[in-house]
């Protein structure tokens, strides 16, 4: 009688085999953060991180006790939409960008680094010292615009060779509107021709 239980038991095995490893790997699902961002202490742990990792790096510096004046009224508004456009971009490009937060960094309270083949390729600082009539403020800004052409243009750096000039400017908005300027429209030259055909006849005349 034993030995028919043992055997019902070693039917069961498999079945319970799979189902203790189909809950562990839903555990792991669950538990696996998607996206990871180091949160760095100090300038050894950012070389550490830059010379450990082939992906291009998007680093934010973001540190409000640095200010030595009060802020302007707009300012912890635009702190917050810098924060939330960090996080926004590492949920959606962390599988090709590692993004790093720095809290205790220099002296310089928003601004976003970007990082390429470990070499710093571009900065955008969000602050800046305006003048009141009675004193100095400090004034932060949120260049959204800026923020996502850098990111753009960072990773173009997946590649291990550097990315062209043309393709940057290309990607750039400044480089479109200069590309803009160096082009007139059919009517702009109409009009430069009708000025210097009246320019001639009044001379003539």
Same mark, same amino acid.
């Given at each position: 009688?034993?030995?028919?239980?043992?055997?019902?038991?070693?039917?069961?095995?498999?079945?319970?085999? !799979?189902?203790?490893?189909? @809950? %562990?790997?839903? =555990?792991? /699902?669950? @538990?696996?953060?998607?996206?990871? &961002?180091?949160?760095?202490? #100090?300038?050894?742990?950012?070389?550490?991180?830059?010379?450990?990792?082939? =992906? +291009?790096?998007?680093?934010?510096?973001? $540190? /409000?006790? $640095?200010?030595?004046?009060?802020?302007?009224?707009?300012? !912890? !508004?635009?702190?917050?939409?810098?924060?939330?456009?960090?996080?926004?971009?590492?949920? /959606?490009?962390?599988?090709?960008?590692?993004? %790093?937060? !720095? &809290?205790?960094?220099? #002296?310089?309270?928003?601004?976003?680094?970007?990082?390429?083949?470990? =070499?710093?390729?571009?900065?955008?600082?969000?602050?800046?010292?305006?003048?009141? @009539?009675? =004193?100095?403020?400090?004034? &932060?800004?949120? +260049?959204?615009?800026?923020?996502?052409?850098?990111?753009?243009?960072? %990773?173009?750096?997946?590649?291990? $060779?550097? +990315?062209?000039?043309?393709?940057?400017?290309?990607?750039?908005?400044?480089?479109? &509107?200069?590309?803009?300027?160096?082009?007139?429209?059919?009517?702009?030259?109409? /009009?430069?021709?009708?000025?210097?055909?009246?320019?001639?006849?009044?001379? $003539?005349?």
């Amino acid at each position: 009688k034993s030995h028919e239980v043992y055997s019902s038991f070693l039917l069961f095995v498999p079945e319970l085999t !799979d189902l203790c490893e189909q @809950t %562990i790997k839903r =555990k792991q /699902r669950e @538990t696996e953060p998607i996206c990871r &961002v180091p949160l760095i202490t #100090s300038l050894k742990e950012e070389q550490l991180l830059l010379n450990a990792t082939a =992906k +291009p790096v998007v680093k934010l510096l973001i $540190n /409000r006790h $640095n200010n030595k004046y009060s802020y302007t009224s707009t300012s !912890d !508004d635009n702190l917050l939409k810098n924060i939330e456009l960090f996080d926004k971009l590492a949920l /959606r490009f962390s599988g090709r960008l590692l993004f %790093i937060k !720095d &809290v205790i960094g220099s #002296s310089e309270i928003c601004c976003w680094s970007f990082f390429g083949h470990g =070499k710093k390729i571009a900065e955008v600082c969000c602050t800046s010292i305006v003048y009141a @009539t009675d =004193k100095k403020h400090t004034k &932060v800004e949120f +260049p959204e615009a800026r923020i996502y052409e850098e990111t753009l243009n960072i %990773i173009l750096y997946e590649a291990r $060779n550097p +990315p062209d000039q043309e393709l940057m400017q290309a990607t750039s908005t400044r480089g479109a &509107v200069a590309g803009m300027s160096s082009y007139t429209s059919d009517e702009e030259e109409e /009009r430069s021709g009708l000025a210097r055909l009246r320019s001639n006849k009044q001379n $003539n005349q």
